[in-house]
């Protein structure tokens, strides 16, 4: 099976380290570079700044632990997206931007292809895992607006990071598509 992450900031990043023993194909895509200010939420060490994220994590992966994934340091646009999906079974958005999630949300539906958000609210107060057919992409209330830079809500990034991981995992031992929201009170099957 190939999943690829869209994003690998701290959704992305934290959900695909509790991918990594999958029996599947893991493909990164963030055009972004790690920043200092991104290690207290992200899964990315000091020695990772500066470099792009997706070759960050995939480094990581194979030092750590061993693990080969691929890695694709740009960014999604209408021009590369049919490249950039080709042959994938399965794919994450982990994007903080509406604009990023439509042209994701409108691929899948064109293609047939599975979907699944994740994503986290500006104030912290809960997250959500959902497939494409129950999601409703919302504007963030200003262009880039960062959810998740400093550590305040990393329990929070863990819990949505894992709730992401178990419902990969669902869908492919079991093709069970369940649909979650997720708070420090607990995980909510909707």
């Known amino acids: 099976m190939r999943i690829v992450f869209c ?10 380290y509790y991918c990594r023993n999958f029996d599947a194909q893991l493909v990164l895509i963030d055009d972004d570079r790690v920043e200092s200010k991104n290690l207290l939420a992200q899964s990315y060490v000091k020695q990772s700044i500066g470099k792009n994220k997706a070759q960050a994590l995939r480094l990581q992966l194979q030092n750590f632990f061993g693990v080969s994934t691929e890695a694709v340091g740009v960014r999604v646009t209408k ?12 794919v994450i958005d982990c994007f903080d931007n509406a604009e990023s999630r439509i042209l994701l949300s409108d691929f899948a539906k064109q293609h047939g292809l599975d979907l699944l958000h994740a994503g986290i ?8 895992v959902r497939w494409d057919e129950h999601f409703v992409v919302d504007q963030e209330d200003a262009p880039g607006q960062a959810t998740c830079e400093g550590g ?3 329990p929070l990034i863990g819990l949505v990071g894992a709730t992401l991981a178990r419902t990969i995992q669902d869908y492919m031992n079991h093709s069970q598509k369940a649909n979650y929201m997720i708070t420090l009170r607990g995980v909510v099957t909707q």
Do not use: M, P, R, W
């Open 121 to 128: 609210s500006a104030d912290g107060t809960f997250g959500i």
């Open 79 to 90: 021009q590369n997206v049919d490249t950039l999906l080709e042959k994938t079974d399965l």
């Open 7 to 16: 994003g690998v900031g701290a959704l992305g990043s934290t959900a695909v």
């Open 152 to 154: 305040e809500h990393l």
